[in-house]
Every structure is written in structure tokens, then in C-alpha cells.
């Protein structure tokens, strides 16, 4: 009686082992980034605002806390060490932000749209860059980096792919051009001066692009996702530089 029980014991424990042997495939992870990548400005504010939500001070889903230095290097009971120094492609945060562990895909998929959004290839090649170089982690409290939103970085990219089509040349549509700056600050037609800046709440393209406009044809054309709004509100409030 004695024997069985401990081999009831045994063979689960073995399955379990075995399910999760197998590796997830790496070939699949983006490449990390090839330059010299900053904790402060440019890995933590990825996870700031993709992670800490449930994973910070007051949740710790998953029994993980990635704000602070001794919670971000745990190691996982089932998936190995979340951050392993120099190998970006044996951390679990890895794997998991690249989808590569069953039913693990951190954040985790939401149906509310723009509430959880899949880290980009880009921001995968920076937290692989960070870990490969060592994944250093500063002591004491992070200084919290305000990366300024700019016209020429942020906002022409951004309104080139998801405006230009209709908003660029001789024919563009209510005559607003997203062309330079200069040109949105102008505003169009109807909606003359839609910046004000500093001042997102009175910026009429804020409403524009949030959706919230609904006397605008083809909304959805209009409707950028959260993170992208979130990024014009930015542009706005630092001044609209
Ligand atoms: C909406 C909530 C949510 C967000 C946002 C989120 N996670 Fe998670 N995370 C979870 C939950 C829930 C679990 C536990 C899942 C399970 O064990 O089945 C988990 C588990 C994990 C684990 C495994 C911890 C362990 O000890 O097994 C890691 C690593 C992880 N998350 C990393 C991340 C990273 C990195 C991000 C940001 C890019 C992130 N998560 C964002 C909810 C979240
Ligand atoms: C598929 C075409 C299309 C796309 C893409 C599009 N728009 Fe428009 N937009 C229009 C049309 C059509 C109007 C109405 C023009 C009119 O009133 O004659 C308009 C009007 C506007 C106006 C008001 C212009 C004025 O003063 O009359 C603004 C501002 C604007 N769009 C901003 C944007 C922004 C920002 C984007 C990108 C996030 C965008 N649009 C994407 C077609 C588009």
C-alpha cells in the first residue's frame, strides 16, 4: 500500500516535468536590438505600461512582481528564470511576450480593444537587447524618464500611414494636410486651428482621432487605437513641439 502511493506520487510528477520540457521555439523571436539599450528610458517604461498593471505594487499576478529588482529576476516555478542575464532567449518574460508559452501571452489578450496590446517586434528587440547585455537593473528607486513626443518622431510616422492617403496633396480631404506640422497646427476647412496646444482636452483633433467625432465621415478611418491616442494627447500636452 505503502509503495503505491508513492508511485501515484512519482508518475504525475514526471508528466508534468515532461509537458514542460519541451522548449519553446526561439527561432521565432525577434532580433534584439543591435545598439546599446537604456534600463531606465527605454526598458522600463515598456514595462510600466504593459506590465505593472498586474504585475506591480499592488497585483502580483501569477505570484510575479516586476517593479522591483529582486521580484523581476524570479524564477518561475514552471517556465525557468523570468530574466536570465546575458540570454535573452532563456527568459520567460522573453518567450512569453513573443507568445512563444502556451496560453501565456503576457499581457494577456483582452476583448476590450486597446486595453491590452502585444508588445511590438521592436520593443521585444529592446527588453532582448537589455537582457543580453546584461539586463542591469540600477539600485535604489528608478528615476522616471518623460521621453518627449515630437512632430518629426512620433506624430508624422504615426499620421503618415494611418492619414495621409486622404489628408496629403492638392486633394486632400477638407483641405487638412498632414504634411508638417505646420499644416495640422493650420487644421482644415471646418476645423480650423484643431491643436491647442497644451491643451488636449480643447484640441479638437484629439476628438478627431479618439472617435469621439461623429460628424466625420468613415470613423473608423478616424479612430486610432489607444496607445496611439495616447501619443497625440502627449504631443499635445508637451506642446505640440
Ligand atoms: C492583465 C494582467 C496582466 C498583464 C498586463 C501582464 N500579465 Fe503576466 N501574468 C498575468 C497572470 C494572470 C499570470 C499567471 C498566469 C498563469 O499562471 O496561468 C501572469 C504570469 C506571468 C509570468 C509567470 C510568473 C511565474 O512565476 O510563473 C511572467 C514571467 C509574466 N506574467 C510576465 C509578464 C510581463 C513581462 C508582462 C508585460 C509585458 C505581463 N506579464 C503583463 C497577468 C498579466
Ligand atoms: C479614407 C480617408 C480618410 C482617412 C484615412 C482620414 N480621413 Fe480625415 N477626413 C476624411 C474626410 C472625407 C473628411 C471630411 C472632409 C470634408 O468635410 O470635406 C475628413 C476630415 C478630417 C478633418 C477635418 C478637416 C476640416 O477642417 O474640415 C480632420 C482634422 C481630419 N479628417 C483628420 C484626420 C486624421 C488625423 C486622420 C488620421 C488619423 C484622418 N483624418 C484620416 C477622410 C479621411
Same mark, same amino acid.
Given at each position: 500500500?505503502?509503495?503505491?502511493?508513492?508511485?501515484?506520487?512519482?508518475?504525475?510528477?514526471?508528466?508534468?516535468?515532461?509537458?514542460?520540457?519541451?522548449?519553446?521555439?526561439?527561432?521565432?523571436?525577434?532580433?534584439?536590438?543591435?545598439?546599446?539599450?537604456?534600463?531606465?528610458?527605454?526598458?522600463?517604461?515598456?514595462?510600466?505600461?504593459?506590465?505593472?498593471?498586474?504585475?506591480?505594487?499592488?497585483?502580483?499576478?501569477?505570484?510575479?512582481?516586476?517593479?522591483?529588482?529582486?521580484?523581476?529576476?524570479?524564477?518561475?516555478?514552471?517556465?525557468?528564470?523570468?530574466?536570465?542575464?546575458?540570454?535573452?532567449?532563456?527568459?520567460?518574460?522573453?518567450?512569453?511576450?513573443?507568445?512563444?508559452? /502556451? @496560453?501565456? #501571452?503576457?499581457? !494577456?489578450?483582452?476583448? +476590450?480593444?486597446?486595453?491590452?496590446?502585444?508588445?511590438?517586434? &521592436?520593443?521585444?528587440?529592446?527588453?532582448?537587447?537589455?537582457?543580453?547585455?546584461?539586463?542591469?537593473?540600477?539600485?535604489?528607486?528608478?528615476?522616471?524618464?518623460?521621453?518627449?513626443?515630437?512632430?518629426?518622431?512620433?506624430?508624422?510616422?504615426?499620421?503618415?500611414?494611418?492619414?495621409?492617403?486622404?489628408?496629403?496633396?492638392?486633394?486632400?480631404?477638407?483641405?487638412?494636410?498632414?504634411?508638417?506640422?505646420?499644416?495640422?497646427?493650420?487644421?482644415?476647412?471646418?476645423?480650423?486651428?484643431?491643436?491647442?496646444?497644451?491643451?488636449?482636452?480643447?484640441?479638437?483633433?484629439?476628438?478627431?482621432?479618439?472617435?469621439? /467625432? @461623429?460628424? #466625420?465621415?468613415? !470613423?473608423?478611418?478616424? +479612430?486610432?487605437?489607444?496607445?496611439?491616442?495616447?501619443?497625440? &494627447?502627449?504631443?499635445?500636452?508637451?506642446?505640440?513641439?
Amino acid at each position: 500500500m505503502k509503495r503505491l502511493a508513492v508511485l501515484a506520487l512519482v508518475i504525475p510528477l514526471a508528466a508534468v516535468a515532461d509537458g514542460k520540457g519541451s522548449k519553446p521555439d526561439v527561432s521565432k523571436l525577434p532580433l534584439p536590438a543591435a545598439r546599446p539599450v537604456d534600463f531606465t528610458k527605454e526598458v522600463y517604461p515598456i514595462f510600466k505600461e504593459s506590465c505593472f498593471k498586474c504585475h506591480g505594487a499592488e497585483k502580483q499576478k501569477g505570484k510575479y512582481r516586476m517593479d522591483t529588482r529582486e521580484g523581476a529576476f524570479k524564477v518561475t516555478e514552471d517556465h525557468g528564470p523570468a530574466i536570465q542575464a546575458g540570454k535573452s532567449e532563456e527568459s520567460a518574460v522573453i518567450h512569453m511576450v513573443a507568445g512563444l508559452v /502556451d @496560453e501565456m #501571452l503576457m499581457p !494577456p489578450p483582452s476583448d +476590450k480593444p486597446g486595453q491590452s496590446e502585444k508588445l511590438t517586434p &521592436e520593443q521585444i528587440g529592446i527588453l532582448r537587447a537589455w537582457i543580453d547585455q546584461g539586463a542591469k537593473w540600477p539600485d535604489g528607486p528608478i528615476a522616471e524618464f518623460v521621453k518627449p513626443v515630437t512632430f518629426a518622431g512620433d506624430i508624422q510616422p504615426l499620421f503618415a500611414k494611418a492619414c495621409a492617403e486622404c489628408h496629403s496633396g492638392a486633394g486632400a480631404k477638407g483641405s487638412f494636410s498632414v504634411e508638417s506640422a505646420a499644416a495640422v497646427l493650420k487644421g482644415g476647412a471646418n476645423y480650423p486651428k484643431p491643436v491647442v496646444a497644451g491643451d488636449a482636452k480643447k484640441s479638437t483633433l484629439l476628438a478627431i482621432v479618439s472617435g469621439k /467625432d @461623429e460628424d #466625420l465621415p468613415a !470613423p473608423d478611418r478616424h +479612430k486610432l487605437a489607444a496607445r496611439q491616442v495616447e501619443l497625440v &494627447e502627449k504631443w499635445i500636452s508637451q506642446g505640440a513641439k
